[in-house]
T-cell receptor, first 117, second 111 residues
Framework: NAGVTQTPKFRILKIGQSMTLQCAQDMNHNYMYWYRQDPGMGLKLIYYSVGAGITDKGEVPNGYNVSRSTTEDFPLRLELAAPSQTSVYFC????????????????FGNGTRLTVT | DAKTTQPPSMDCAEGRAANLPCNHS???????VYWYRQIHSQGPQYIIH???NNETNEMASLIITEDRKSSTLILPHATLRDTAVYYCIVIPETSGSRLTFGEGTQLTVNP
């Protein structure tokens, strides 16, 4: 299994440009998450999904959109990039609902480092 | 959302035990305590989780107080590679599948 794969690894955008951050997992996980991490800070939840066709907002959803048309893929869309969106973006997945004691920890990708100038 | 309090930073000497505290005074019911760590901008890595009993695995031990209001993650023989940010997470029963992180504790293991 490849686990959670994020592409691209790095990207530089100009203000106002759009892009899609890709996230794919091959573990048949229902639950998928997008986080952003600003320098020196903790992870902030952007959006999450509990299964194909179902998404919900996290702590910081403004400026982002997601879709979940398949179990495997959970892309994150930035429509009008702003400097405040400069961050490292992490995608994660898990099989069982988090927090219910299952031995099903979050699996994280290696991140996408995005700079908006 | 993350109902935990952790010190922002800690230091530990290499080879000694690292004891990382976490307060979760409002924990209730069937809420589990999870620990993750993040090594230098990599994706976070699961360490251990527990409900009431102390837990141990190949990475660490988790000690949960009897009233469950706090816990301690123990790295028995810290190495330089254990330098990381450690996150203690309690996931509310009402959160659905929403999973948020706090700021964590920056553990620095010194030679």
């Amino acid at each position: 299994n490849a686990g959670v794969t994020q592409t691209p690894k790095f990207r530089i955008l100009k203000i106002g440009q759009s892009m899609t951050l890709q996230c794919a997992q091959d573990m048949n996980h229902n639950y998928m998450y997008w986080y952003r991490q600003d320098p020196g800070m903790g992870l902030k939840l952007i959006y999450y999904s509990v299964g194909a066709g179902i998404t919900d907002k996290g702590e910081v959803p403004n400026g982002y959109n997601v879709s979940r048309s398949t179990t495997e893929d959970f892309p994150l869309r930035l429509e009008l990039a702003a400097p405040s969106q400069t961050s490292v973006y992490f995608c994660a997945s898990t099989f069982f609902p988090p927090g219910q004691g299952h031995n099903s920890p979050l699996h994280f990708g290696n991140g996408t480092r995005l700079t908006v100038t | 959302d993350a109902k935990t309090t952790q010190p922002p930073s800690m230091d530990c000497a290499e080879g000694r035990a690292a004891n990382l505290p976490c307060n979760h005074s409002t924990i209730s019911g069937n809420e589990y305590v999870y620990w993750y760590r993040q090594i230098h901008s990599q994706g976070p890595q699961y360490i251990i989780h527990g409900l009431k009993n102390n837990e141990t695995n190949e990475m660490a031990s988790l000690i949960i107080t009897e009233d469950r209001k706090s816990s301690t993650l123990i790295l028995p023989h810290a190495t330089l590679r254990d330098t990381a940010v450690y996150y203690c997470i309690v996931i509310p029963e009402t959160s659905g599948s929403r999973l948020t992180f706090g700021e964590g504790t920056q553990l620095t293991v010194n030679p």
